[in-house]
């Protein structure tokens, strides 16, 4: 308000001041736990109730992936908001998400009074040791005449650089206390671009590449950034893959698209990238998934490598570039459109060699049994609307609609690159609580389902109508995978035990349906679709088939074979006595597949 045109700030309590510093910031959406904590707050934000729609969950791990899915779809930071000691603690999991994921966020976390401070007080826990390997920046606010200030920079640094989580604690007093000082509002910063010379000398070279791939990635795409970059490697005629769990970055469908250059990646791509004689790292951190476990690339260089990324600190991190562009990611792709696309590249044969293999992966193997995933899947990629948007939560049955289904351009794809379980039911109920007009679908596992499988009682407190597709095969089955390769046979604390899915749901008043064979899919979707509810389908898979290329036989008879040949090779005798005589030839017959 104004008195004579100066401008006069009233007092505020500090749980006021703090909602109103949502409010200018442009918080729109806030996901939480109550807890006593935070009670000012929360009486902060009924005040801004008709500006702030306060999203009540059930976990504080599904609060923080509904705000993480916010800021993944928005671009704008999500704001969970949990209580202290506990609350914070089962928050931390989707802390770790935003940072690994590249995606704005801001936590908020009840502390208790700051004059009780390392009296080990009821709940205590000091956040700024707690989270500081997890987030960009942890500050606590003590004084309510720093909320707008402290609040404000906490965004700043959430969409900064390579955007990721803010955790502030907010003590409990300091909400009661009054102050009066203005609200502040965004800063309008202009995103960095490219360095003049950056991308001709990376066109540069490109010219003189022969077997080029391209790999996106990463967090703070726009619409518009992608556009542009797909324009730009559409006129370049450029491979394109994408990193782990980024599929809504590019046209799963387009002649140019190679697969997924992740966790379980194809290991026909992973063939051809190897044989790459320029790398094109557009906003891929380059980290472990992507790289195969640091053994795609040679790490000085020998493979000349172009990266793009918002934090100069991120690259050369781990790989030498042979050229590092700092810049934002879509002020990049923007100056790549308008660069002077390579005139009759060299590389069409092998962009069509890399897509052929991309297809050759997509065809659904002739599997036994009255479900056969693959074709299921593919026959639901047909029915789905072209704006829907994907969760998936972490484990191998995650593998199946990576690898047979495709991602649309206008279509969105979120996952957790950190491998979270639990992820998949809350992201869903986050994207549809965003885009309430979209068909949202969540891909889980039975496993996931039950850590945070809870949280469909928040979609229906919120009238949103995701759909969830529950694979079951009673079992942990990225783990029993792992121990059947080692331990062949020796089943221990992977198998589970699971409730009727399409029961549970439907005692929330939900629409719930099993699906057990091939043709039933489609139709159950379309029903639960129908039905205008919060819709789960339950597919009850085969346990033998652990992952779409092996069986737990073919995994044991592997294992069988490797353990022959390591007990072979430690009887074989020592140089000196082979060198004495001439091995006779080993000669071994091929076995069926």
Same mark, same amino acid.
Not at 515 to 528: G, H, I, Y
């Given at each position: 308000m104004t008195d004579g045109g100066k401008r006069v700030v009233q007092q505020r309590p500090g749980g006021k001041l703090l909602a109103d510093a949502l409010v200018a910031q442009g918080v729109t959406h806030a996901f939480c736990v109550p807890g006593e904590s935070y009670l000012d707050l929360l009486d902060g934000l009924y005040a801004q109730r008709n500006r702030v729609q306060l999203v009540t969950c059930r976990f504080e791990a599904g609060a923080v992936h509904m705000a993480e899915a916010y800021g993944k779809l928005t671009g704008k930071p999500g704001v969970a908001i949990v209580t202290r000691g506990p609350g914070a603690c089962h928050a931390a999991i989707g802390v770790h998400v935003a940072f690994q994921d590249s995606t704005p966020l801001v936590l908020i976390v009840g502390q208790i009074p700051f004059e009780e401070t390392d009296r080990e007080s009821f709940q205590e826990v000091d956040y700024r040791k707690m989270f500081a390997p997890l987030a960009k920046w942890v500050t606590q606010i003590d004084e309510a005449a720093r909320i707008p200030e402290l609040m404000a920079h906490a965004f700043d640094v959430a969409r900064s650089g390579r955007p990721g989580p803010v955790v502030v604690a907010i003590s409990e007093e300091m909400q009661r206390e009054t102050a009066a000082v203005p609200d502040i509002g965004p800063a309008r910063v202009l995103p960095p671009h490219p360095a003049p010379e950056a991308v001709p000398a990376m066109m540069d070279m490109l010219r003189k590449a022969q077997k080029p791939l391209a790999v996106l990635g990463g @967090?703070?795409? $726009?619409?518009? *950034?992608?556009?542009?970059?797909?324009?730009?490697?559409?006129? #370049?005629?450029?491979?394109?893959?994408?990193?782990?769990?980024?599929? @809504?970055?590019?046209?799963? =469908?387009?002649? #140019?698209?190679?697969?997924?250059?992740?966790? *379980?990646?194809?290991?026909?791509?992973?063939? /051809?990238? /190897?044989?790459?004689?320029?790398? !094109?790292?557009? *906003?891929?951190?380059?980290?472990?998934?992507?790289?195969?476990?640091? =053994?795609?690339?040679?790490?000085? @260089?020998? $493979?000349?490598?172009?990266?793009?990324?918002?934090?100069?600190?991120?690259? @050369?991190?781990?790989?030498?570039?042979? !050229?590092?562009?700092?810049?934002?990611?879509?002020?990049?792709?923007?100056?790549?459109?308008a660069a002077a696309p390579v005139e009759n590249p060299p590389w069409a044969g092998w962009t069509r060699e890399l897509r052929a293999a991309r297809e050759a992966q997509a065809e659904a193997p002739e599997v036994g049994g009255p479900l056969d995933l693959a074709s299921a899947l593919q026959a639901l990629e047909k029915a789905l609307p072209p704006d829907t948007i994907f969760t998936t939560d972490a484990g191998n049955f995650a593998t199946w609609p990576t690898r047979f289904m495709h991602v649309r351009e206008g279509q969105d794809f979120l996952g957790p690159t950190n491998g979270a379980m639990g992820y998949g039911v809350p992201a869903a109920i986050g994207a549809a609580v965003v885009h309430p007009d979209r068909c949202v679908v969540c891909f889980v596992g039975d496993g996931g389902m039950l850590m945070t499988g809870q949280e469909i009682a928040t979609a229906f407190h919120h009238s949103v109508a995701p759909i969830v597709l529950v694979f079951n095969n009673q079992m942990y089955g990225t783990i029993r995978m792992h121990q059947e390769k080692t331990f062949p046979g020796r089943v221990s604390g992977t198998a589970l035990t699971n409730p009727d899915f399409a029961r549970f749901i439907e005692s929330?008043? *939900?629409?719930?349906?099993?699906?057990?064979?091939?043709?039933?899919?489609?139709?159950?979707?379309?029903?639960?679709?129908?039905?205008? /509810?919060?819709?789960?389908?339950? !597919?009850? =898979?085969?346990?033998?088939?652990? =992952? #779409?290329?092996?069986?737990?036989?073919?995994?044991?008879?592997?294992?069988r074979r490797a353990a022959e040949g390591a007990s072979t090779a430690a009887q074989a005798p020592s140089s000196s006595s082979v060198a004495a005589r001439a091995p006779e030839p080993r000669r071994t017959s091929p076995r069926p597949r």
């Open positions: @967090g703070g795409w $726009t619409a518009e *950034g992608r556009a542009a970059i797909r324009d730009f490697l559409l006129a #370049n005629d450029l491979p394109v893959a994408v990193s782990f769990r980024r599929q @809504g970055l590019f046209d799963g =469908t387009s002649p #140019n698209y190679a697969g997924d250059l992740g966790v *379980g990646a194809d290991a026909a791509l992973v063939a /051809k990238a /190897k044989e790459c004689d320029l790398f !094109l790292a557009i *906003g891929t951190r380059m980290g472990e998934p992507v790289s195969q476990g640091y =053994t795609l690339l040679d790490m000085a @260089g020998a $493979t000349p490598i172009v990266q793009v990324h918002q934090d100069q600190a991120e690259i @050369g991190r781990v790989y030498r570039p042979a !050229l590092g562009i700092t810049s934002d990611l879509n002020a990049f792709a923007a100056a790549a459109r929330f008043g *939900g629409h719930g349906e099993v699906v057990e064979r091939t043709d039933d899919l489609v139709p159950a979707f379309e029903r639960a679709r129908a039905s205008g /509810k919060p819709a789960l389908i339950e !597919l009850r =898979t085969d346990p033998e088939q652990i =992952t #779409n290329r092996s069986t737990i036989a073919q995994l044991r008879e592997q294992a």
